[in-house]
């Protein structure tokens, strides 16, 4: 195992692919695959090429390189964090014991149910985001969209070789599924609901991957933890490449929010609809859809899933070794928010005690809320600097929830539980209405000259490793 990629072989990789003959050659029959998916349901946008990076080691400094490449030529490779030879796992009822370099066999079913799942958000994301390219506001930004892209497709490359290298015939098949399913398709649709609802427009785009992309650092911080090392390392080095994925979604919302106060401030106006500028309630009630699939993602507020699988060992807590506690739960409690009924049958939006283990994905979805509250802050010091009262906040947990406690009632932004018809009636006044998405679209002009920019949001401050904002990012066919 070396921290470098060996980029003479087909797939790239630095699991020393060429010393599994067989393995060697399933992934190879399922490249073909893989990339007839991205023709068809990739990036629709013609380009010649795009400035990309392209990770070449795993360590420390220095993991990437950059340059133009075609994008169907892009080098997705196989790349696992450094093996670590003296770790043990951190937490449940293994913990202490050496990780494990394969998959024991009480544990297959619900490791590989969890790769699948990860692994179908990946190209999932591809497809929602196929056809933003026509409508980029910058070469900038085109160029962020399409690495996002290909890096979701390393992404399912990364959980492509775990189901191939660990889990036989069943895995193989489970990966040629992934190609399978699509985004928001009747007949087999993506696993997560978030992975099938539209990315129609940029600021779609920039809130999927603040809120969206968010979940994955998460999921992904948990699954690091897992005692199935192979899982692990993948991990780690895909939430490297995430680090970015991130910075498109909060300085993309950043900069639909400044260009906004400015417009506000140079007509004097809140209304700045009429103004080629995304009004602050349309961008609040974008935050309110987006935020609240995204906090779905995290499943029910209880599971007894979540508890088998921290106590067996397969998915930890976000930064486990910082916890204070013995890292098994067994006997611990928790608060988790919960739907309580009182004499007369009436259900209110409250607060409950449970088992600590089975209260897991309420724990990393309170971890997940607290980083959101940071983008929030963020975004409203940019309107308290421009002297603008408004201010963006994230909606109650209840709010417009399908998965888990909340499922079964409705409520407002500000967690009053209202009854069916009222949000029938109000649900406009804090979700986008298609008059909000249409007049968004109508501003997704492209803008595909070098330099120039949209003027519904602000340039960044920063290009890409070091390039001006008017570098030529791509090159369009
Ligand atoms: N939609 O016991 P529960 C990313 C199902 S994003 C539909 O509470 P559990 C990325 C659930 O399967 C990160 N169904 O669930 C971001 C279960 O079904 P069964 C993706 C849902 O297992 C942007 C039932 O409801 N990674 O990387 O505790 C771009 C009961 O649920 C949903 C992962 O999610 C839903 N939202 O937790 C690109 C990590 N939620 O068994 C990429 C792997 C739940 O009764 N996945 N259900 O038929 C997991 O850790 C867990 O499976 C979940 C759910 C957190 C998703």
């Not at 490779?77 to 990780?99: C, M, Q, S, W, Y």
């Not at 056809?131 to 990364?158: C, I, K, M």
């Not at 994955?216 to 490297?240: H, I, N, V, W």
């Not at 089975?358 to 421009?386: F, M, P």
Request: net charge negative.
């Amino acid at each position: 195992m070396t921290t470098t990629a060996d980029y003479t072989e087909k797939i790239p990789n630095n699991v020393s692919l060429h010393e599994d003959r067989r393995l060697q050659r399933a992934l190879e029959s399922w490249q073909p695959n893989f990339l007839q998916w991205w023709q068809t349901m990739g990036p629709t946008l013609p380009t010649q090429d795009v400035y990309l990076r392209t990770a070449v080691n795993v360590g420390r400094d220095g993991w990437a390189q950059f340059g133009h490449v075609a994008m169907p030529e892009y080098r997705w490779g196989i790349f696992l964090a450094e093996r670590d030879p003296g770790r043990t796992v951190g937490f449940g009822e293994h913990k202490g014991e050496p990780v494990w370099a394969k998959v024991p066999g009480e544990y297959r079913a619900e490791l590989q149910r969890l790769i699948v799942i990860q692994g179908d958000t990946e190209p999932a994301s591809v497809e929602q985001q196929r056809n933003l390219g026509a409508t980029a506001p910058s070469l900038y930004d085109l160029r962020n969209l399409f690495q996002v892209n290909v890096e979701e497709g390393r992404h399912l490359w990364a959980m492509v070789y775990l189901l191939h290298a660990y889990f036989g015939r069943e895995g193989r098949e489970e990966a040629e599924e992934l190609l399978h399913r699509n985004s928001g398709s009747l007949d087999s649709p993506r696993i997560l609901g978030a992975f099938n609802e539209e990315t129609p427009d940029w600021l779609s785009f920039f809130m999927f991957t603040y809120f969206t992309d968010r979940d994955g650092k998460y999921q992904l911080g948990t699954l690091k933890e897992s005692a199935f090392d192979p899982l692990s390392r993948t991990c780690e080095f895909m939430l490297k490449e995430e680090a970015h994925h991130m910075m498109v979604g909060t300085t993309g919302v950043d900069r639909v929010v400044q260009r906004t106060v400015e417009v506000m401030r140079s007509h004097d106006t809140d209304d700045v609809g009429g103004l080629g500028a995304i009004p602050l309630p349309v961008i609040q009630k974008y935050l309110n859809f987006h935020y609240s699939v995204s906090l779905d993602l995290f499943g029910g507020e209880t599971s007894t899933n979540v508890a088998n699988y921290y106590t067996a060992g397969l998915k930890g807590r976000w930064l486990e070794d910082r916890r204070k506690d013995d890292h098994k739960l067994a006997s611990d409690a928790m608060m988790v928010d919960a739907l309580s009924e009182d004499a007369n049958g009436e259900l209110s939006i409250g607060q409950t005690e449970v088992s600590a283990l089975v209260g897991l994905n309420t724990d990393l979805r309170r971890e997940y809320i607290s980083d959101c509250q940071g983008g929030v802050k963020r975004w409203n010091r940019i309107l308290e600097e421009a002297g603008v009262k408004q201010r963006l906040k994230l909606p109650h947990i209840a709010f417009n929830r399908k998965v888990g406690a909340f499922a079964a009632i409705e409520a407002t932004p500000d967690g009053e539980k209202i009854p069916a018809q009222e949000w029938d009636r109000r649900q406009g006044e804090w979700l986008p209405t298609d008059v909000d998405k249409t007049y968004v679209r109508s501003l997704m002009q492209p803008v595909h000259q070098r330099g120039k920019i949209a003027a519904w949001i602000a340039p960044p401050r920063n290009g890409i490793n070091g390039q001006p904002f008017d570098y030529d990012y791509v090159h369009l066919a």
